[in-house]
């Protein structure tokens, strides 16, 4: 008797169960934007003071975290953007890169330089003193 509820009932289950590969894929969430880039103070090492650089990060919220054991202040080559000092250990107010990227330098050390790329776009061409 036990063996034909049994066969009475798998049918049933078996047919509750959707089959492999009949329904429709996953969906893989798009990623979200979780905060701002940050671009790394390494010290004075001219092009290779910053990283990454040149960053990917034309519009984009931008944070400077110094881990150099002296303090820094990143300014825009152009002066439209400055962080005021950065600390060692610390990390600067959340800036906004312009859109169309840009160059910039360590006030205090002018030797230190750094590029913001727009999207897939190369750095603009660096002009001026700090290049």
Same mark, same amino acid.
């Given at each position: 008797?036990r063996?034909?509820?049994? #066969?009475?009932?798998? /049918?049933?289950?078996?047919?509750? +169960?959707?089959?492999? !590969?009949?329904? &429709?894929?996953?969906?893989? %969430? @798009?990623? #979200?934007?979780?905060? /701002?880039?940050?671009?790394?103070? +390494?010290?004075?090492? !001219?092009?290779? &003071?910053?990283?990454?650089? %040149? @960053?990917?990060?034309?519009?984009?919220?931008v944070?400077?975290?110094?881990?150099?054991?002296?303090?820094?202040?990143?300014?825009?080559?152009?002066?439209?953007?400055?962080?005021?000092?950065?600390?060692?250990?610390?990390?600067?107010?959340?800036?906004?890169?312009?859109?169309?990227?840009?160059?910039?330098?360590?006030?205090?050390?002018?030797?230190?330089?750094?590029a913001?790329?727009?999207?897939?776009?190369?750095?603009?061409?660096?002009?001026?003193?700090?290049?």
């Amino acid at each position: 008797m036990r063996a034909l509820a049994l #066969t009475a009932i798998l /049918p049933i289950a078996l047919a509750a +169960v959707p089959a492999c !590969g009949g329904g &429709s894929s996953p969906v893989t %969430p @798009a990623p #979200t934007d979780t905060g /701002p880039v940050t671009i790394t103070i +390494v010290g004075e090492r !001219g092009n290779q &003071s910053f990283t990454p650089n %040149p @960053a990917s990060a034309g519009g984009k919220a931008v944070v400077f975290r110094n881990t150099d054991t002296v303090v820094h202040r990143v300014q825009l080559n152009d002066g439209t953007l400055d962080t005021g000092d950065i600390a060692p250990g610390a990390t600067s107010r959340v800036v906004t890169m312009p859109a169309t990227g840009t160059n910039y330098h360590c006030t205090l050390h002018t030797g230190m330089v750094g590029a913001i790329n727009a999207g897939a776009a190369p750095p603009p061409s660096c002009t001026g003193p700090y290049c």
